[in-house]
């Protein structure tokens, strides 16, 4: 049977960056997740919605899930951020019943109800915890044994832990163990579960570009190939300020960020074109000419 979840895409993956719904759609299949989109799904709120009126971010989240809870399926997420905000909406909605009904009642001009059964899950703990990492090792066509690849958490994924309980937050192991799932060699560093400045950058530009480059520059120091995350907004940051991120921590940096489906893609065999990797203002070229070398080897044989 394969596993059913309610795929809420974000703002993110489905705009400023889309290979990451790309690469998702070009990897599910193979894991054995099938998904209903919630195309009429909103923004979660995070940031400037939530930061101004708590209330209206809680309804636009309970809206969300009271969508997943008519399908009949908890919420897949490949945001990292989403994921943290989602996640502590959904605990305020289920432990708080004032809080719930007071939500209702603004769902009800929508001619909808939440009754507080959805989980929000991401699609590293799906992987990690119901997919499982004996079926992911299955299907790695392609070992990225070549490869030091250093796991960028972020915050949001992890914390507040009392709303998630996936993993650690001090301590994670989750893209670790994906990494060495795939074959490739985890780098530990100093900013893994670091912030990627990616909150403040409208109002703090050099501070957040100088914590995006203290962060790579620490993976880079510890000899990291490329970088993976599992959110698309440390993406960005790691992504497309990376140039400037270097200028400020006096490091050309050179590393390549990947979306965590864009790995398991690559690992599974998945040509790099259908994984949207030449959206990345960083170059995988190396990346692809090695996978893809060893894709070609598999095919002959």
């Known amino acids: 049977m394969p596993l059913r979840y309610a795929l809420y895409p974000g703002c993110a993956a489905k705009g400023a960056t889309p290979e990451l719904h790309q690469s998702t759609m070009a990897v599910i299949g193979r894991l054995g997740i099938e998904v209903v989109e919630l195309a009429a799904a909103s923004c979660c709120g995070a940031g400037v919605v939530g930061a101004a009126d708590p209330d209206?971010?809680?309804a636009l989240n309970a809206r969300t899930?009271?969508?997943?809870?008519?399908l009949g399926l908890d919420v897949m997420t490949i945001c990292g951020t989403c994921q943290g905000v989602m996640g502590a909406a959904n605990k305020r909605l289920k432990q708080e019943p004032a809080v719930l009904e007071r939500v209702n009642r603004v769902l009800e001009l929508d001619g909808m109800a939440y009754r507080g059964t959805v989980q929000v899950k991401h699609l590293l703990w799906i992987v990690v915890k119901e997919v499982?990492?004996?079926?992911?090792a299955e299907q790695v066509l392609v070992p990225m044994d070549k490869f030091r690849i250093a796991p960028f958490y972020g915050c949001y994924i992890l914390r507040p832990s009392w709303d998630l309980g996936f993993d650690d937050p001090e301590n994670p192991t989750s893209l670790e163990k994906v990494i060495r799932t795939v074959k490739g060699e985890p780098v530990a560093y100093a900013g893994r579960t670091k912030?990627?400045?990616?909150?403040?950058?409208?109002?703090?530009?050099?501070i957040a570009i100088a914590m995006a480059g203290t962060n790579m520059k620490d993976?880079?120091?510890e000899g990291a190939d490329f970088m993976v995350t599992p959110c698309p907004l440390c993406h960005m940051s790691l992504d497309i300020y990376q140039e400037?991120?270097?200028?400020?921590?006096?490091?050309?940096?050179?590393?390549?960020?990947?979306?965590l489906p864009q790995l398991l893609g690559l690992a599974m065999g998945v040509p790099s074109k259908d994984l949207g990797l030449s959206r990345h203002?960083?170059?995988?070229?190396?990346?692809?000419?090695?996978?893809?070398?060893?894709?070609?080897?598999?095919?002959?044989?």
Request: with cysteine.
């Open 132 to 136: 499982g990492l004996q079926r992911l």
């Open 65 to 70: 899930f009271a969508q997943a809870e008519q």
């Open 219 to 221: 993976a880079k120091d």
């Open 244 to 259: 400037r991120a270097g200028k400020a921590v006096h490091a050309n940096l050179n590393l390549p960020i990947l979306h």
């Open 56 to 58: 209206v971010a809680l």
């Open 281 to 301: 203002l960083v170059p995988l070229d190396s990346i692809i000419r090695v996978t893809e070398q060893r894709r070609t080897q598999q095919r002959l044989v």
């Open 195 to 206: 912030c990627c400045g990616f909150p403040i950058i409208l109002e703090q530009e050099a």
